[in-house]
């Protein structure tokens, strides 16, 4: 059975840190790629940032570029998302996800971030 936990998100102040956590299980994890979304109240979900599990390969969307970082541990089976300098314009509910090719397979459940100003 395949399950995606993604952890971490909470109440910070503008300007600070928060790490996201998604831990994998049941995955052949070299045969995906791990992505991050976001969704605010009234929006769209929007991609922010994907790692392919084998290579290393990174991708970001341009409004957290710089501010934000995906990386994984492999002994843990997890990715992780470090956001620094949070925006109130951050607040969204993040979600993981695991890509096989084209296809997004499988999705965590959100975890929620709210930015103060």
């Known amino acids: 059975q395949v399950q995606l936990v993604a952890s971490g998100g909470g109440l910070v102040q503008a300007g600070g840190s928060l790490r996201l956590s998604c831990a994998a299980s049941g995955l052949t994890f070299s045969s995906y790629r791990m992505d991050w979304f976001r969704q605010a109240p009234g929006k769209e979900r929007e991609f922010v940032a994907s790692?392919?599990?084998?290579?290393?390969?990174?991708y970001y969307a341009d409004s957290v570029k710089g501010r934000f970082t995906i990386s994984k541990d492999n002994a843990k089976n997890t990715v992780f998302l470090q956001m620094n300098n949070l925006k109130p314009e951050d607040t969204a509910v993040y979600s993981c996800?695991?890509?096989?090719?084209?296809?997004?397979?499988?999705w965590g459940q959100g975890t929620q971030v709210t930015v103060s100003s």
């Open positions: 996800a695991a890509r096989l090719g084209s296809e997004y397979r499988y």
């Open positions: 790692l392919t599990w084998s290579g290393g390969t990174t």
